[in-house]
């Protein structure tokens, strides 16, 4: 806390108080001589209403440039907008039609994909032609697909300039006039457009719209702006619009003249004020007119002076005016004021004399009042000071630094988490701490921010006194004198070392197989991102499941480990990177090899491995591997194992997957084909999800949705993650559509009551950019206390502890935890202990022989005997009919979710 200075210093109150007695005396003496001037204010009466008059046209002239700015202003921002909206629909357009083009889809599919492209209430709209002009699409009159668009250059000059505008440069704006849709086609309208060419397909694409559409929205905006602005004394002056006839648009005061022509209407001298109006502006852009009007406050006639403009661009004439009666209060005011001054009594000279007194006591005794309130005021913050100080020093490593970076203070938590002495430090520089692996440019900024006196926040790896670091978590703060001068700088923080080691241990495991140390499936995905031709190899072990039956799993890992180490060590001189990417499954990934010497040496470690076996506990087992090989593509994972799959199904060694072989198309063309169709989806924005309601049995009600995902291809057939999920996992393609799916579910319960759940596997979890998505955009759209997250596929957990520190950074920010299909898999009570999970539910696969089957019954039973000592609730999955849900409620089931409560739907259900 810093000290306060006083508002006002002694020294200050004391020139006030000398101040003071020296202005009443001269006010005294200046009496006398404004009674002179009062003779001299009458005669210069006529020559201040000039000079009133003058100003006022002056004032009222800015005001009404000043208004006619901020109109121009907002128009041109208006049409920067439009020319944005519409390069980004004709672009929209090109994209369309390539993708169209690219598949040889119909002329038909094409006119209805670029008809459905609307908007200002279907006038606006895109339109397609070819180089020699021939329209292949018109979104506002289909009749000219087939026309020349030359046709209709004769007496148009603006879509004649536009034309060769598009032609010389490729891509064009411009303004032309043209017909409406659904109008008489001899009534042309003006519009904007914006065009470019398609070189590639030959086509030229555009996008239009009308401006009277355009700027309709923009001028009532303008209008109502208008009606509320106020200016001058009292906010007295008003605007008002009439149209280019002299049409009262708008006048904020007297609203019974709106929509009435001015030549309708005479001033109360019998002037027709529309003549009057229209005569002054026959040369003119702008004038000044008299009339005489009724004032607002007034009770009779005035004379009133306004200043009328053209505004050319919309036919409007704006207009604003002050009237006499305003010079007259002014000058009224003036004499009132002065005459009050002038013709004091002299008797109050007396009375000021003695009010001067008087005040001066009071100020003495208010400065005596005022110098023990700052005393008591300043022990109070020193005190304040000192067990913020306290505070501080137990909680914070704290340090202070003279202007040039040389410690002067360090507290007790300094010296235990650096371990050096306080003698050790004192005058040193802050270097002494420094560890070579903070970058210089990390001090570089902080030093430019701190010297700049604002307050630096960061994290810094430093050095111990013996040679170890640790990290901190640092704020360093300018400390300025009263003059706002740097004199020091202080610097707390708090030991983060743990929690850094912990996430750097945290990302390592999840991009490193615990079996075999080589790296994850993530981790492959991961580099497969950043390479930028990927050659890949998948070596998966034959008839595993076989060594695992007979031998036991304890030697099944031995064998993976050894096939494992055994690919590593044959290959680890090739500037390859390699993977377990499934039980017994490895990978080889190489960036822009040769694929014939990457084939070589893939089937090089085949032929080694199967000439040696593998040897553990002092066994030899025989063991032999496959292999698929694929290359240049992004997608490569899946492609390579389609590879792996044709190589078992064709009981060969290797196979390298070849696009242009049509036997393995047709064997795998159902994957590629899904693929298509996903990347199809989320392009036409067809990843949607649906929601299937959770009701709560001792309620009644339904309380809760869980969010679905499905997608809808492009011939309107809607997939289930079950026709896709597996396929997308091997593709770049998976975190994109988990990313939408939070976005649309988000949207659809934010300004809803009912809990949410969104399923996430572990890969989802561990993905720094899904997770940061998930828990920004949820707390931006305030649902993070309604937000549950449905882990799923929970056999895939590796080293699952480490999982604990994302779910209660979840739990922290609100959010709750549910464990999908419970009774299956992967699935224990210590493991539901150690999630600390909010909700628990039961596997379909058991509740579906609850009916039937005594021992479904008991584990039942057994999970919600569990989940209720442990405080967790109960979901029960695939209740189908109403005995099932009577047996769920029996057993004390807390929720039921089931194609009986309510099928997965694009919308909730009552």
């Not at 001037?37 to 003058?54: H, L, M």
């Not at 083009?101 to 609307?118: F, W």
Request: charged share 25%; aromatic share 10%.
């Amino acid at each position: 806390m810093i000290n306060r200075k006083p508002k006002v210093s002694v020294p200050t109150l004391n020139m006030l108080n000398v101040l003071f007695i020296s202005v009443s005396f001269i006010c005294l003496i200046s009496y006398f001589i404004f009674y002179e001037a009062e003779k001299e204010f009458e005669a210069r009466a006529e020559n201040i209403r000039e000079r009133f008059i003058a100003t006022q046209k002056a004032n009222i002239k800015t005001e009404i440039r000043s208004a006619a700015a901020k109109i121009e202003i907002m128009r041109l921002m208006r049409q920067e907008a439009i020319k944005d909206f519409l390069k980004n629909r004709a672009e929209n357009t090109e994209e369309i039609l390539k993708n169209l083009y690219a598949v040889d889809a119909p002329a038909s599919l094409i006119t209805q994909t670029l008809d459905s492209i609307k908007w200002d209430s279907g006038t606006g709209y895109c339109f397609v032609f070819d180089r020699s002009g021939r329209f292949i699409f018109h979104g506002g009159n289909k009749a000219l697909t087939g026309t020349k668009i030359q046709d209709a250059v004769e007496g148009n000059g603006g879509l004649e300039k536009f034309l060769t505008d598009l032609r010389e440069k490729n891509e064009t704006f411009g303004s032309y006039d043209w017909s409406k849709p659904f109008s008489d086609q001899n009534d042309l309208y003006p519009k904007i457009a914006f065009a470019k060419a398609v070189p590639e397909l030959g086509l030229f694409v555009a996008a239009a719209s009308y401006t009277e559409y355009q700027d309709a929205g923009l001028k009532k905006y303008i209008l109502e702006l208008l009606r509320e602005e106020r200016f001058g004394y009292n906010d007295y002056g008003y605007f008002f619009i009439m149209d280019e006839n002299y049409r009262i648009l708008m006048h904020p005061v007297m609203k019974e003249l709106e929509n009435r022509s001015t030549f309708d209407i005479a001033d109360t001298s019998g002037k027709n004020l529309g003549g009057l109006f229209s005569s002054a502006l026959k040369t003119e852009s702008s004038a000044y007119v008299s009339y005489r009007w009724e004032a607002p406050k007034g009770k009779e006639p005035e004379e009133k002076i306004t200043f009328i403009a053209k505004i050319p661009d919309w036919n409007w004439i704006l207009a604003t005016g002050f009237y006499s009666s305003d010079f007259n209060s002014y000058l009224d005011r003036e004499r009132s004021e002065l005459k009050g001054i002038f013709y004091n009594d002299i008797i109050r000279i007396a009375a000021v004399l003695g009010i001067i007194i008087l005040i001066t006591a009071l100020i003495s005794i208010y400065i005596n009042i005022y110098i023990r309130k700052i005393e008591r005021s300043r022990l109070r913050e020193m005190n304040m000071l000192e067990q913020y100080k306290l505070v501080l020093d137990a909680s914070s490593i704290v340090s202070k630094t003279d202007l040039q970076g040389r410690i002067n203070y360090v507290n007790d938590k300094f010296c235990s988490t650096t371990l050096y002495a306080k003698e050790d430090v004192m005058g040193k520089s802050h270097n002494v701490e420094r560890h070579p692996a903070t970058p210089r440019e990390t001090f570089r900024k902080m030093w430019e921010t701190i010297s700049s006196g604002k307050v630096w926040h960061g994290v810094l790896k430093n050095k111990k006194a013996d040679g170890t670091s640790y990290y901190k978590s640092a704020t360093i703060v300018p400390l300025k004198d009263e003059n706002g001068s740097i004199i020091e700088y202080i610097s707390s923080g708090h030991d983060i070392t743990e929690l850094m080691e912990n996430r750097d241990k945290l990302e390592n495991i999840f991009n490193t197989d615990v079996l075999t140390s080589l790296g994850s499936r993530m981790k492959l995905l991961a580099d497969i991102e950043k390479t930028a031709v990927p050659v890949l190899g998948l070596l998966d072990i034959d008839r595993f499941s076989a060594i695992n039956d007979h031998y036991g799993n304890k030697t099944g890992d031995a064998v993976i480990r050894e096939v494992g180490s055994g690919i590593f060590r044959r290959l680890s001189r090739k500037p390859y990177s390699f993977y377990r990417v499934n039980a017994d499954t490895f990978a080889v990934l190489a960036d822009g090899t040769d694929i014939e010497r990457f084939m070589n040496d893939i089937r090089d470690v085949q032929y080694s491995i199967a000439s040696t076996g593998v040897k553990t506990d002092g066994e030899e087992i025989p063991v032999t591997l496959r292999s698929g090989i694929a290359q240049g593509s992004k997608d490569v994972l899946a492609y390579a194992d389609m590879a792996l799959n044709n190589a078992k199904v064709k009981n060969t060694d290797f196979f390298i997957y070849d696009p242009a072989d049509s036997q393995m198309a047709a064997s795998y063309g159902k994957d590629i084909a899904v693929l298509k169709s996903i990347y199809a989806a989320i392009r036409n924005d067809g990843v949607f999800p649906v929601f299937q309601p959770i009701y709560n049995i001792a309620s009644g009600r339904i309380e809760k949705y869980e969010c679905l995902m499905r997608a809808e291809d492009e011939n309107g057939r809607i997939l289930t993650p079950g026709d896709f999920m597996d396929i997308s996992k091997k593709t770049r393609i998976y975190p994109r559509l988990t990313l939408i799916i939070i976005e649309k579910s988000v949207q659809k319960f934010k300004n809803l009551p009912h809990e949410f759940s969104i399923n996430l596997t572990i890969e989802d979890l561990m993905n720094d950019e899904t997770m940061e998505y998930l828990l920004t955009y949820a707390k931006s759209h305030d649902v993070l206390n309604r937000l549950v997250i449905e882990i799923v596929e929970t056999e895939e957990l590796q080293a699952f502890e480490e999982v604990l520190t994302l779910l209660k950074e979840l739990k922290n920010q609100g959010v709750k935890i549910a464990i999908d299909d419970f009774g299956s898999g992967y699935s224990n009570f210590e493991y539901l202990i150690k999630l600390n999970a909010d909700y628990v539910k039961i596997d379909a696969g058991i509740m579906r022989h609850v009916l039937e089957d005594e021992r479904a019954t008991e584990i039942v039973r057994s999970i919600v005997t569990f989940a209720r000592q442990t405080g967790l609730k109960t979901i029960a999955e695939f209740i189908s009919s109403e005995e099932l849900l009577k047996a769920a409620a029996s057993l004390g089931v807390d929720y039921a979710q089931g194609y009986h409560i309510g099928r997965p739907e694009k919308e909730l259900i009552d």
